[in-house]
């Protein structure tokens, strides 16, 4: 039986899980801030539930593949959406700060959580 370690957690499910399902399940989110209510429930067209994972998953999908390649996100990233990959075995998974969680690298930061919340709504200020 697979681990998911997540947010200190360490969350058991069955091999073939999709980890968006096995996180929230779990009481966990793949999402920041707002993009909790403001996604695509798992459909893979929005990209707010990007994580950078290490462990054995599936290969990305077409849809996964293609939403990656759309800014905010950087195709050379190395994230997954949680809602497109499959777990296969013991993984480790970390979310970034953005609202897309696409802030890899970067320190977490109220500054760059108040753009992408900004972005979000469509304001400037």
């Not at 990656?68 to 195709?75: E, K, V």
Request: glycine share 12%.
């Amino acid at each position: 039986m697979p681990t998911v370690h997540f947010r200190g957690r360490e969350i058991e499910c069955d091999r073939g899980d999709v980890l968006r399902d096995v996180l929230r399940a779990a009481g966990e989110s793949p999402h920041n801030g707002h993009s909790s209510w403001f996604n695509c429930r798992g459909g893979g067209s929005c990209g707010t539930c990007a994580v950078e994972v290490r462990g054995p998953v599936t290969y990305r999908t077409k849809k996964e593949r293609r939403r990656l390649r759309f800014p905010p996100h950087d195709p050379d990233s190395g994230l997954r959406l949680a809602c497109q990959t499959v777990v296969l075995g013991d993984l480790w998974v970390e979310k970034y700060p953005g609202f897309w969680g696409q802030h890899v690298g970067d320190d977490e930061s109220d500054d760059a959580e108040a753009e992408d919340e900004r972005d979000a709504r469509g304001t400037t200020n």
